[in-house]
């Protein structure tokens, strides 16, 4: 009778991911997690940890950062010192302090993961964990080496999808280093992988990545066509995906010379974005738009978005907010 009841739990928390991940319903998502962890026994410590897995994406994706960091250190307490769970927890954990850009507290839980000895996957989820910080530390060689290094081992491992994810990520640092070649090529595999898994929290964002690329080599109709497909793809509640694919679009329109529309979707990025704690995704939008108001001659306006801005800025921007988001001074040094 438990091994079923306990199959029932487990199937609940499936159906949880399912809710999230492929229709965007994070209520549903959180519902069925809670649901799990109120019914497994408190000796079913696996169980429970999974379930909060569960809830704290399912905070995570409408921008509530703070519960689902609470969701995180609850499984990291919860987890003690099983490695595998415990290695996830504070990699979870690490994402989250990254998102509000709290990157010495970030430092000090990354030093705190440890390789899971003899577990290859684990240990390349850590790698491309480790890979991400570097990333936002603008410590891009070492981010480079990380994300390599991960997708070569989950393609190794049959796991096209986060093999596909990591390449992403090596995208966005070609993006950065002026390979457009490479980052397009990325981008596009991305697309593939995801379209064929019915990934839709992550198509999108290879599509808003490939319209910023399509944006750079000038082909704007085309950009323009798959930033459109990128803001169709967001599913609901997805903050993440929402504020990034209305900043790829507001770019779009910039360079179609439709500034009111771009400053508009700008805008709407940052208003999404207000009031929860995704610190980098407001530096991302704030400083498309400060780029925007400057080159409309609006250099007051801009500059108090600039104030606001990280210095340095986060090396997961691509080069050209990185380079004009920071002003003058900056720009002429």
């Not at 704290?56 to 595998?84: I, M, N, S, Y």
């Not at 790698?127 to 991960?150: K, N």
């Not at 992550?202 to 109709?221: H, N, P, Q």
Request: proline share 2%.
């Amino acid at each position: 009778r438990w091994t079923v009841r306990a199959g029932l739990l487990l199937f609940a928390a499936a159906l949880a991911y399912v809710a999230l991940y492929r229709s965007g319903d994070a209520t549903e998502s959180e519902r069925l997690a809670a649901e799990a962890l109120a019914t497994l026994l408190p000796t079913d410590v696996e169980g429970r940890v999974l379930a909060l897995f569960r809830l704290t994406a399912a905070a995570w994706w409408p921008g509530d950062v703070r519960r689902a960091e609470d969701f995180t250190r609850k499984a990291l307490e919860l987890a003690g010192q099983r490695p595998l769970l415990r290695a996830r927890a504070l990699r979870t954990l690490l994402w989250l302090l990254e998102v509000r850009l709290e990157l010495d507290e970030a430092a000090e839980v990354l030093e705190s993961l440890d390789l899971v000895p003899g577990d290859v996957l684990e240990q390349a989820r850590t790698r491309y964990a480790e890979a991400s910080l570097r990333r936002v530390q603008g410590r891009l060689d070492d981010a480079v080496a990380g994300f390599t290094e991960a997708r070569v081992t989950f393609l190794d491992s049959g796991m096209a999808g986060d093999a596909a994810w990591a390449g992403t990520m090596l995208g966005w640092l070609a993006f950065v280093d002026g390979d457009l070649d490479a980052a397009e090529r990325f981008f596009r595999e991305g697309m593939r992988v995801f379209a064929e898994n019915e990934d839709r929290g992550r198509l999108c964002e290879s599509e808003r990545a490939l319209a910023e690329i399509l944006l750079e080599r000038g082909r704007v109709a085309e950009a323009e066509q798959y930033a459109l497909q990128a803001r169709e793809h967001v599913s609901n509640h997805d903050v993440t995906s929402s504020v990034a694919t209305l900043r790829t679009l507001g770019l779009v329109r910039s360079a179609q010379g439709r500034d009111d529309e771009a400053e508009s979707l700008l805008r709407e990025a940052l208003a999404i974005v207000a009031g929860t704690e995704c610190r980098l995704l407001e530096v991302g939008a704030a400083a498309a738009l400060a780029r925007l108001l400057r080159a409309g001659g609006r250099d007051a306006e801009a500059e108090e978005l600039e104030c606001g801005l990280p210095d340095p800025m986060p090396g997961a921007l691509n080069r050209d907010d990185a380079f004009a988001a920071v002003g003058e001074t900056a720009r002429r040094s």
